[in-house]
T-cell receptor, first 115, second 115 residues
Framework: AQSVTQPDIHITVSEGASLELRCNYSYGATPYLFWYVQSPGQGLQLLLKYFSGDTLVQGIKGFEAEFKRSQSSFNLRKPSVHWSDAAEYFCAVGAFSGGYNKLIFGAGTRLAVHP | DVKVTQSSRYLVKRTGEKVFLECVQDMDHENMFWYRQDPGLGLRLIYFSYDVKMKEKGDIPEGYSVSREKKERFSLILESASTNQTSMYLC??????????????FGPGTRLTVL
């Protein structure tokens, strides 16, 4: 069955440090892949998406993600984290599952940023 | 900018009450979705709609119903609220082009507490 795994439930980094959030998916066809961010008490905001083409995708707020088909991964990266990046991050795959098209979300990774 | 609004940010109801959660989008999107979000479980799809007066069950429809009388409005109904429906509810919309696998735009969420 199609699924998305975010292995890290919580991550803490220091401000200015680099960041990588992991995402692995299970899907037979070429997936549509997304990263969303949720600030406390807010809805989800799209950071970036991959549909096809260049496997390195640039997003908003200085984030990027790389699609690696051989590893079934779509990891999110940022070279230097800011305190305002503290939030919960969700990886999702767009897939045909259960008889309809839908987004399948991972459980999320909560990011804390130390000053 | 796509704007998705939800009628309430916080709601407290009693067991057995009928609860209405309203969602309105202003981008003329065909597709609308209702999710619930619980810690450690990510987002789970409750119901979705690809057109006016159309509705389809998602992964966890039990205890919920929906209504879409106008294109811009999608309502989630809890016929008889129960404590296990205490959760964050997120509404989303997306354009027709990709159906459920296209980018979805989220509202700010309604945190529902059932006592």
């Amino acid at each position: 069955a199609q699924s998305v795994t975010q292995p890290d439930i919580h991550i803490t980094v220091s401000e200015g440090a680099s960041l990588e959030l992991r995402c692995n998916y299970s899907y037979g066809a070429t997936p549509y892949l997304f990263w969303y961010v949720q600030s406390p008490g807010q809805g989800l905001q799209l950071l970036l998406k991959y549909f096809s083409g260049d496997t390195l995708v640039q997003g908003i707020k200085g984030f990027e993600a790389e699609f690696k088909r051989s590893q079934s991964s779509f990891n999110l990266r940022k070279p230097s984290v800011h305190w305002s990046d503290a939030a919960e991050y969700f990886c999702a795959v767009g897939a045909f599952s259960g008889g309809y098209n839908k987004l399948i979300f991972g459980a999320g990774t909560r990011l804390a940023v130390h000053p | 900018d796509v704007k998705v609004t939800q009628s309430s940010r916080y709601l407290v109801k009693r067991t057995g009450e009928k609860v209405f959660l309203e969602c309105v989008q202003d981008m003329d999107h065909e597709n609308m979705f209702w999710y619930r979000q619980d810690p450690g479980l990510g987002l789970r799809l409750i119901y979705f709609s690809y057109d006016v007066k159309m509705k389809e069950k998602g992964d966890i429809p039990e205890g919920y119903s929906v209504s879409r009388e106008k294109k811009e409005r999608f309502s989630l109904i809890l016929e008889s609220a129960s404590t296990n429906q205490t959760s964050m509810y997120l509404c989303a919309s997306s354009p027709e082009s990709g159906g459920g696998t296209d980018t979805q735009y989220f509202g700010p969420g309604t945190r529902l507490t059932v006592l």
